[in-house]
């Protein structure tokens, strides 16, 4: 007797498996009808099949999306700088430094920057930022020094700016 192989996509899977954890921890009920039951354990082998497949796997994953190793020059530098700090630290005494254009975006999503920027939605901040510190994209800060260093300027001029209006920073909403 030939099993019929069922094919589910990664959402499936997901799902499957975020109704299992809510299920196991209490928050819903196995469900009542046998065919809902089955596809979800279907679906949950499947999610531990790719996982599976993954581990195998692992060390071809990471090496088809590593950066490639930038040849010494200047530019390499900065490349290699801006590597180092795209990954968070290790040790947690020391506070974690993320790629620039990740910290404006992150900034951008905070009402206090939103307000200091004269604007209401993080989209508006973010076209705020583009257009004073005169980048065509964020990613400009980790890419060019002088687009850098106009970033830096903001950050200055906003850290003075909440010490000035009393304003809690890092506040989500606008």
Known sequence: MSERVQLFSL???????????????GGARVPSRAAERDYDVQALAAALRTLQWVRRHEAEIRSAVAPKQPTDTPAADDAR????????CEDKAKPCEFPLARRAAMRCAEGAFQKFLGVDTPEGAADALRRRCDVASRKDFDRDAAA???WRAVEVEFGAWLRCAGEPSGSAAP
């Open 81 to 88: 700088a801006s590597e180092q700090a795209a990954t968070p």
């Open 11 to 25: 959402a499936e899977q997901i799902g499957a498996v975020d109704r299992a954890r809510r299920i196991v921890g």
């Open 148 to 150: 850098r260093e106009r």
